[in-house]
């Protein structure tokens, strides 16, 4: 099998690797020289654990190749799969010129059958557009070469994306022939083998399995988000709810963890792509402009508690923040809660001093010098006024809270992950804020 990856972003550089790993002859290809050159040097723009040397391990074995030219990529490809961006327009829905330009450019090199499968998260109806768009180029040529399209959404997380990829829980395929369903089988025959769920289906289906499964995980997070709050106004405590109501097997445990809001280049772009479908086919997903109302609000749940222990005045206050990323196990700054926090405190005149093990230089790229950035954990909290935990790096979950006090000018911390045992702070003395729990 011989399969071309059109963009190395997350997904694409991720599913290509993966492809690679199980014998499949993968091409990853993407516009910006810089990246490919980076890539054939085995050096990976983001941060995955694991994915290095996976990718360097693949390229040694003659089986990942990265390239700047589609058309030589998929000269032997059995199936194309399109991973580019999808970025939110103005309005919300997803900008799709990428997905139709490299759907344009397949269909004017196309020389042989092959599977055009959609990997972004694109919206429903995406996959008629690609088979439109590489149709026209085909026409123009006046060449007669038969393709399918499919839809195959990605499910992996950013931070465990390798599992997520070889070990899924389901793998969702929309197809509309037996010729591309039998090309589909074939390029994920290792995972059937190991009895992980393909789930074959009609396209519109799969597109709307994707958006589906990320609003109702929001609805979920949101909806705990919104509990917690309660929770601290009636006197209950928001961890034993979650482990009243996760104990329940139709609920779960997973993802009903509160916090200070989801973020990520997934969540928060596709509940506002699906609110715009849903809207635009005048079916407004009421449930889902609350998931976002409620996400928005809850980004700023720990600066209240700051302003209201700080009786509204947090000028000159020097803030320490422990971790700046989305969440723990990668750099992605992208829609962060830290974000909106350090933006609130810099207004209101505080001081912010930031950690985080990995995602610095992101937040430097973001937001440069307007805030400090200490050499590790404990640096950030000299002379600080508080110290806020704003993501759940495993490193911050134990730390030396007799140090800590040494170099705090106060004992206080507000903390929007849950981590920290209540008991063992007031033992300590410290002020102790968290999210949806009595104090
Ligand atoms: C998410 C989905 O989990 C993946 O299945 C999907 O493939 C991916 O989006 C995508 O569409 O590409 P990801 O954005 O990497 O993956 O991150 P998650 O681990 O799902 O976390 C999302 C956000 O929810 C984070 O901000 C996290 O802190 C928050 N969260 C998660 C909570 O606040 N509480 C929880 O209980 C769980």
């Not at 190749?65 to 997803?94: N, Q, R």
């Not at 759907?103 to 995406?126: F, L, N």
Request: aromatic share 8%; proline share 4%.
């Amino acid at each position: 099998m011989n399969i071309t990856i059109i963009g190395t972003g997350y997904v694409g550089l991720v599913s290509g690797t993966c492809f690679a790993e199980t014998g499949i002859t993968v091409t990853c290809v993407d516009v910006d020289q810089k990246k490919i050159d980076n890539l054939n040097q085995g050096i990976i723009p983001i941060y995955e654990p694991g994915l290095t040397p996976m990718v360097q391990k693949n390229m040694e074995k003659g089986r990942l190749f990265f390239s700047t030219s589609l058309k030589d990529s998929i000269a032997e490809a059995d199936a194309v799969f399109i991973a580019v961006g999808t970025p939110p327009d103005e309005d919300g829905s997803a900008d799709l010129q990428y997905v139709l330009g490299v759907a344009r450019e397949i269909g004017k090199h196309s020389d042989h059958y092959m599977v055009i499968v959609t990997k972004s998260t694109v919206p429903i109806g995406t996959a008629e557009k690609v088979k439109a768009a590489i149709q026209d180029e085909l026409d123009k040529r006046k060449q007669d070469i038969p393709f399918d399209v499919a839809s195959n959404p990605e499910f992996l997380k950013e931070g465990a994306a390798i599992d997520d990829f070889l070990k899924p829980d389901r793998v969702v395929i929309g197809t509309e022939s037996e010729r591309a369903q039998k090309v589909m089988k074939k390029l994920y025959k290792p995972f059937l083998m190991n009895n992980h769920p393909v789930i074959f289906m009609d396209i519109p289906s799969a597109e709307m399995t994707k958006y589906a499964a990320n609003s109702m995980l929001a609805t979920k997070i949101s909806f705990m988000n919104d509990i917690a709050n309660l929770c601290e106004i009636v006197g209950a405590d928001v961890n034993n709810v979650r482990r009243g109501i996760g104990s329940d097997t139709r609920i779960g445990h997973k993802f009903i963890y509160p916090g200070t809001g989801y973020g990520g280049s997934c969540f928060p772009k596709d509940v506002q792509a699906l609110v715009k479908t849903s809207e635009q086919n005048g079916h407004p997903l009421e449930i889902l402009k609350s998931v976002e109302l409620v996400n928005n609000r809850q980004k700023s749940v720990l600066y209240r508690k700051m302003m209201t222990h700080f009786n509204g005045n947090l000028k000159g206050k020097k803030i320490a923040i422990w971790g700046l990323s989305f969440k723990p196990n990668t750099d992605d700054m992208r829609e962060a809660p830290a974000l909106v926090i350090i933006d609130k405190l810099l207004k209101e005149g505080a001081e912010v001093v930031a950690y985080d093990p990995v995602a610095m230089e992101e937040c430097h790229h973001k937001i440069g010098d307007s805030i400090g950035y200490a050499k590790d954990q404990y640096e950030a909290l000299i002379d600080a006024d508080a110290l806020v935990v704003v993501t759940e790096w495993n490193e911050f979950k134990v730390p030396n809270f007799r140090v800590m006090e040494k170099l705090l000018k106060n004992k206080l911390i507000f903390d929007g992950r849950n981590i920290y045992d209540i008991e063992e702070l007031i033992e300590n003395e410290y002020t102790y804020y968290s999210i949806g729990r009595k104090a």
